[in-house]
């Protein structure tokens, strides 16, 4: 099988070759403006992986891997509107860009293009895929759902957290990994457990997202501390609320608007509680529980360990280590 | 055959029985409530009569139906956040209830639930089914474009118009009634002169609707005039442009924003100008030529008049006409 990076160039190359009608500009120009915009394209190489897990034909699955790809972009594309977000991936939003109903048509025409691209699957998939695509997608905006409705919420409990986080970021993982099996040719049991490994992939994965914005990490460029100064309720935060007493929840809750503080002084304010609760080291233990409960799945397929190496690097590497 | 009432009475109890979650709330709440607020079920009553002129089992679409019904109504959604519409049927509309952002996710909710719907087809249908609504979809989609483009177009072209409501308008009409053909055992080409049917019938609809805005009719409760009042480039508005000389054109496009004149003044003022172009007579020629047209290619279908009565009866209902 090709390399994760050969893979790689082969998804960029397919969504490149992507045409859409020049009219009506408002609608198709965003779409290609936002396909374009660069990514990681976790998503599309987990269908290719986990194609490549059953077959030597992995091209076969470029059209679903790509519908995934576009049903994720169009995700933050509305997204963005809800959070008016003035910024994706360093260049303008489509809502900044364009505004707020270019945003929401040309979204709504990418996830019928996303649908259009599904459909070309071989038809004897086409039902269990197409089930697996509309599950996803309905549990990915009932995380949006949750995400909104918890920044109004007082108290959000870890099991709360975990369950959002698992709708609105694993899910989409697990579609892709299971759409890719299937195309494969995977048994339903084995689709199962590679569903599972995506679940536990993506909360090692958010969960590391949400450590990494306030501890940092030198291969990211990322701004350090963006979430203490928003306010946002990450698992550091949650996890930290759960540990205190009042007087220091109180802190916790107050300090990102407390106008006497300059920036680094509210994240140093918020850190020092984390660090006194030992949030990070607890972060750390559910990280490599989740990620090694993920690994564990792929050694229960009913492929050989010849065959599930590359998606083990490939699950290493998203997590920034060598496996 | 069940008669069209009772075809609407089994459209009616399908989607009240269809549970959605009551978790997460503002997920799905909207859509029971857009799906609740009734309507004329023209989309779902198209697919059952096509289906039904093919096959004695009409019910074998009602998924189908309702799948097309729940597109329609998620289009309604989305468009009224663009139009910033705070009334739908009589009653607040979603964003106007629950804001801008519960309508963009519940919006999109709702497409996927129509794909979830729409999969429920026979899997010997469903490739075909699917890129039938996936092409209507991107269609409809596209309409809306153009319709806003217009709003800050100076000129329209009669060309550009009819256009601009086929897409808007008759697509979704063809949609249906194709999907439901298909679902009762069409050939590709009964299907072809079925989407023609619809498209021509679409159009006579929509240009209707535009001559009663102006014209009224007892039988809708509708306020008269509405289109003038808010300026909109209608098939009237078009047609009198497309005639007038500079000074009458001039008239056409200040009046609506003329404060010196009550509404009732700028309705008559307006009225004056289409009553010398002669644009009712053409508007209605056109309606009589669009309906003449879709009625025609029922008779080339491979089914005999016995079959398409029914079809006949709902599509002269639609107009407001006996046939």
Redesign the interface.
């Known amino acids: 099988m090709q390399t994760n990076e050969q893979l790689l160039s082969i998804i960029e190359n397919y969504l490149a070759q992507t045409e859409f009608?020049a009219e009506?500009e408002?609608?198709y120009a965003p779409i290609g403006y936002s396909l374009a915009g660069g990514g990681k394209r976790l998503r599309p190489m987990l269908v290719l992986l986990a194609c490549g897990l059953f077959s030597d034909d992995v091209q076969q699955a470029l059209p679903a891997a790509a519908a995934v790809e576009v049903f994720h972009n169009f995700t933050l594309l509305?997204d963005d509107?809800?959070d008016n977000a003035a910024v994706r991936r360093g260049k303008p939003s489509v809502q900044a860009k364009w505004g707020r109903?270019v945003a929401?048509?040309s979204?709504?025409?990418m996830?019928?293009?996303a649908?259009?691209l599904l459909?070309g699957v071989p038809?004897a998939h086409?039902?269990r895929i197409?089930?697996t695509f509309?599950?996803m997608?309905?549990e990915v905006?009932?995380g949006?759902?949750?995400d909104?409705?918890f920044e109004r919420k007082r108290k959000v409990s870890v099991v709360e957290y975990m369950h959002m986080i698992e709708l609105k970021t694993s899910v989409l993982l697990a579609g892709a990994t299971v759409i890719g099996a299937i195309l494969g040719g995977a048994s339903e049991e084995d689709c199962r457990k590679l569903h599972r490994f995506a679940i536990e992939l993506g909360l090692a994965f958010q969960l590391q997202d949400d450590l990494l914005d306030s501890y940092g990490d030198e291969r990211l460029g990322k701004a350090i501390g963006g979430d203490i100064l928003e306010g946002k309720k990450t698992y550091l935060m949650i996890t930290a609320m759960s540990r205190a007493d009042e007087p220091t929840r109180d802190i916790l809750r107050t300090t990102c608007c407390n106008e006497k503080l300059s920036d680094a002084e509210k994240i140093a304010a918020v850190k020092a509680v984390y660090d006194r609760l030992d949030v990070p080291r607890l972060t750390e233990q559910q990280i490599e529980l989740r990620f090694d409960r993920a690994l564990a799945q792929l050694d229960t397929l009913s492929v050989g360990s010849e065959r599930t190496r590359q998606l083990k690097e490939f699950a290493a590497g998203l997590m920034g280590r060598k496996k």
């Open positions: 009608p009506p408002l609608l509305h509107i809800m109903n929401i048509l979204g709504d025409a996830m019928i293009y649908y259009r459909s038809s086409l039902p197409l089930r509309d599950d997608a309905l905006c009932e949006q759902q949750y909104m409705d």
